[in-house]
């Protein structure tokens, strides 16, 4: 029976009811209730994500629910394993800390709805559901939908200021955006065409290699590669993501594109996991070093900090994507190195956490000071410390020194790396942590300088929201202090010849 | 050959054409109309593989056919989002140029 | 199925070829344009080759229509901009390199076309079982509203966003206000005529085509499309303002579909176990009844989207 | 008897296509918009009507005769309706009165 565990499916369905409906709510009430809605729906959202991780952990199994009792293939399913229940714990902490952060940045005057706090309260508890759709989604074509949910939902955050460069960059994003969803629709349906379901699990008992399947598989990739701003497609997120508003910027950098790279993972690792696969792991790697080292020189180059941050988004994503040289065995081609996958998943999340805390902590420098240039940060230290020590917490994650959650993730990448005797792989990541640290250096160290003339505050920046952001960085760094080994919660779900990592 | 593969190869030369406008117009607004006919190229190509499908006294897989029609109402709001976005910024610049320094 | 295509299915497929090359490689916009909804009328004409009777009107009247409505408005406020500036066209090494990629696309998607298994997979048999329990005639109906019924309802929630999205690029100062210009009834025109004659018949029509959707080709999409058109077609004759987007009314129109959908979909839980499941016996009744909201929220989308951000402040 | 329908299908019919052929021409080749929905609209009204009353010839049951007629009179209005509107986007001035 599909509906053994009805309690547990009830929770996956609420991960997505709860924040859609919300969204609803925002738009129909309007107003100061959209940001009340949202500040409801919150805490309840972060409940649900906290009760669907335990569930799964005591468990130890994968929670699946099939939609109206319809079985795939005819029916809908959905599914938690370890790494979507990580994923939307990740999501539901950082929306409620942005949450909190944006309530004064969107404030509401009584009596009068105002476009960009209706817009952004409605379209923040989208971008939620449908991070908790991708996220949970066990059919294709769903996650194509849930896909163009959050398309929608992220692009006009972009340009919420209504400023000709900023409608330029979501334009362009949204063109990128859509066409990396039809190709990755184009691949999906090749995969129906051969195989008669678009249900991922039965799908990975169907498929076998062969021109189909690689077909639909590097036409997904491609696409998603697009919405993810792997390099050569980064060209859309440095001015998308330094243009949007602070906590817009943080949702798009922090969890956004991630969504892309977590379907980039459940296609090679859970549709296709007996599929031999070295070379176009070994593909990805390459254009993911090539991120890393292109995203961090043009990072050092930037003189604004918004943009040098956006830039350094598009480095740490292509971290993440080490991962697929590093977790495939070399000398099969099959999977299964768990400290690579680990070191990949951890890297994505304390990211989320970093980049959120740093795009964040640049508004409020650039809220303070009327500017973000960096040439003229001189003497924001001393004006607003705490903001300033957040930022310098989650660069260390981006440089990966310790204790950071990028400590660990890239750690454990040079472990698989020298592991496997894959050693240029090592060199990359430690080339890009000296890069990293380069540029976070440059923004602190103007930062720390003392002005030349005592520094005036354009508006006073309210301690609670640096708090948000100095809480937000301490969770990257907290996760500096999880156990550096595979992790027990990650392998829940993951297919049986993952089980006992490299032999 | 049915007329199902006869289709299935016009839906494979429409999303390379569409794909080619898509990379070559400078324009938005043309690179909105080659997203749409690579659409259309998809739609064909999954419409084909519907009616290869067909069985159970169906002219085709009621499953892929169902899927197009929630493709095509997608692709529409993307299109309608692509459009406002354009005109917008053609309100707000007089120009419709996706270059940063334009 | 047939083992050789008819002539006409040769002719037709050149046809849309041809077409969609003119859309390509037209040097005008608006002739672009022109092309891409003679291609929208090629391919529903394809649909129906494929025997496909429900995608046929929804790519007529979406895909085709209501879509090259859009690109056709939008290409006569672009008149006069839509000539590349001489540093944005691309050289002709990068367009015979996206010519030679475009080509490998099109060359492996054919010979997958050609490599596909035979006999084809197909949930068709499965559909046919099952259908019995959703009390429907119309098999797409079905799984649209049935077996994959939470797509159905994420896809109202995409077009809310678009909406949305659309409404956000507003400027500040009209927030709230009324999409699009104001359109006012000629007196002695025609137009006004016409339209008060048309759009009842329009309405009429629309909603036949909805509810034949659950025996017959038709549905939701395709009626809702056709309400919209109406609507459209009543405040470009001046008949109707645009509603404002401030309207308590309208947002509740909006939401009304969704909203009913999940509420429906949660009443699973209580009445047969699950989300968006339904008792054998009430099936249709609740399939019906969530359709009639969705297919005016989407009716309500469709014409704003359509109309536009607002662009007039309320008074 | 069957005979002669036919023949009588086969010349509406085409005749039909013909006006639908000279209208997409008038279409294709007149300068201005004007000029183009006149062609356009003349020939298809006219066409349309043809190729239905060539179906008409072929006994099918009343109903779908009648739907027929239904389809030529509801494109007639919605053309005629929907060529006014773009005819007055059309002319100098537009769509803002």
Redesign the interface.
Known sequence: MPNSATAGGFLLILAIVLPVTGALLSLVLGGRHAERVALLVMPAGLVVAVAIASVVWRTHTVLEYSVGSWDPPLGVAFRADGLSVVMIVTAALLICGIGAFARAQFPTPRGQETRTSLVFWTLLLAVWGALNAVFIGGDLFKLYVALELLTFAAVPLVSLDGRAETLTAALRYLLFALFGSILYLLGAVLFYGAHGTLDIVLLSHRIHAGPVAWAAISLMTAGLLAKAALYPFHLWLPPAHAGAPAPASAILSGLVVKAPFFLVVRLWFDVMPRVPERAAAQMLGTLGAAAILFGSVVALRQARLKLLIAYSTVAQIGYLFLMFPLAVEPETGHQWNTAAWTGGVLQAISHAFAKAAMFMAAGLIAEALGHDRIAGLAGIGRALPITVFAFGLGGLSLMGLPPSGGFVAKAMLLTAAVAEGQWWWAVVVLTGGVLAGGYVFLVLARALADASEPLTLLSPISPSRQAVVVALALCAVLLGFIPLRPSELLQIGRPDIAIGGPR | ????????????????????????????????????????G?????????????????????????????????????????????????Q?????????D? | MTDRPLALDIGLAFLVLGVAVWTIAARDTFAAVVGFVAFGLLLTLVWARLAAPDVAPTEAAIGSGVTGGLLLGASTRLHGTQTPAPGEKPGAILRLAAAALCTVVSAGLAAIVLLLPEPAPTLAPQAATNISATGLGNPVTAVLMAYRAIDTLLETVVLLLALVGVWSLAPDRVWGGFPGPRHHADPDGLLPFMAQLLVPVGLLVGIYIFWVGSVAPGGEFQGATILAAMWVLAMMAGLVDAPAVSRRWLRLLLVAGPAVFFAIGLAGFAMAGAFLAYPEAYAKLLIVTIEVPVTLSIATMLALLVAGPPERALR | MSFALDALTILAVSTGAFFFLAGTVGLLRFPDALSRLHALTKADNLGLGLVVLGLLFQPEELFAGLKLVTVWLLTLLAGATVTQLIARTARPGGAQE
Do not use: W
């Open positions: 050959m049915g007329e199902a593969t006869l289709y299935g190869l016009c839906g494979a030369a429409l999303v390379g054409l569409g794909l080619f406008g898509l990379i070559v117009h400078p324009q938005p607004l043309r690179k909105i109309l080659a997203f749409n006919l690579i659409g259309g998809v739609f064909l190509l999954f419409g084909a593989i519907a009616r290869r499908g067909a069985a159970a006294g169906f002219g085709g897989d009621p499953v892929p056919q169902a899927l197009v029609i929630t493709g095509i109402v997608v692709a529409f709001s993307a299109t309608a989002l692509a459009v406002a976005l354009l005109l917008r910024l053609f707000e610049t007089g120009q419709a140029t996706l270059h940063l334009g």
